[in-house]
């Protein structure tokens, strides 16, 4: 079973709506990230959490450490927004630091 | 400041043929992270580096990857010989600290195709 799981896989919205993407994983983590990566292109940081909310422009991102659960909103969607979305957890590990552990993404489709 | 730069951006080769993929982590990022990405799925860890010491390679399949980090900066990843489930996209990331939590910058990824 994946550590991190992500859903929906793929989403299809029109243009405004309101996108909740969630992630939930298994272990003890210190951190979660949540990443944006365009078709062809790498893979941008949109935010790192460890307890609460974060808000950036039209995005929101939120975590529950209790239920070991995330989510990330998008107010009034674009289709610029059209991209996968990646959820990341940093896992406690206790010899030192490990890479990330990823979803395996949300295809997001916004339609003007 | 200048992102993590990867070449080439895409690289199409035979199966059995060597291929080898560059990055240049941002300056002063001691930490510089390979992963590869099947399609489909997440990136997926093969090789950190602290500096110029590969500290977690548990993930390289070493009897055809190797990588290198000479001097702590650049760094290279090697597949010899190719095979066709190579094919994926493979991301250089850097980080400032160990395990920093935050500060992860990717760079585009090389795409390899083996054909």
């Known amino acids: 079973k994946n550590e991190v799981e992500q859903s929906p896989q793929n989403l299809t919205a029109q243009e405004g709506e309101f996108i909740t993407i969630n992630c939930s994983y298994s272990?003890?983590?210190?951190?979660l990230h949540w990443l944006q990566q365009h078709p062809g292109g790498g893979i941008v940081s949109l935010f790192m959490?460890?307890?609460g909310k974060k808000k950036h422009g039209r995005l929101i991102a939120t975590i529950n450490i209790q239920e070991k659960h995330s989510s990330l909103h998008i107010t009034a969607s674009h289709p610029r927004d059209s991209a996968v979305y990646i959820c990341?957890?940093?896992?406690?590990?206790?010899?030192?630091?490990?890479?990330?552990?990823f979803g395996k993404g949300t295809h997001l489709i916004i339609q003007p | 400041e200048a992102g993590v730069v990867q070449s080439p951006r895409y690289k199409i080769i035979e199966k059995k043929q060597p291929v080898a993929f560059w990055c240049n982590p941002i300056?002063?990022?001691?930490?510089l992270y390979w992963y590869r990405q099947n399609l489909g799925q997440g990136p997926e860890l093969l090789i950190r580096?602290?500096?110029?010491?590969?500290?977690?390679d548990s993930q390289l399949p070493k009897d055809r990857f190797s990588a290198e980090r000479l001097k702590g900066v650049d760094s290279t990843l090697k597949i010899q010989p190719a095979e066709l489930g190579d094919s994926a996209v493979y991301l250089c990331?850097?980080?400032?600290?160990?395990?920093?939590?935050?500060?992860?910058?990717f760079g585009s990824g090389t795409r390899l195709t083996v054909v």
């Open positions: 990331a850097s980080s400032r600290l160990p395990g920093q939590n935050y500060g992860y910058t």
């Open positions: 272990v003890g983590i210190s951190a």
């Open positions: 959490l460890s307890s």
């Open positions: 990341a957890v940093k896992p406690y590990s206790g010899g030192g630091a490990d890479g990330l552990t």
């Open positions: 300056s002063g990022h001691n930490t």
């Open positions: 580096y602290e500096n110029e010491e590969a500290v977690d």
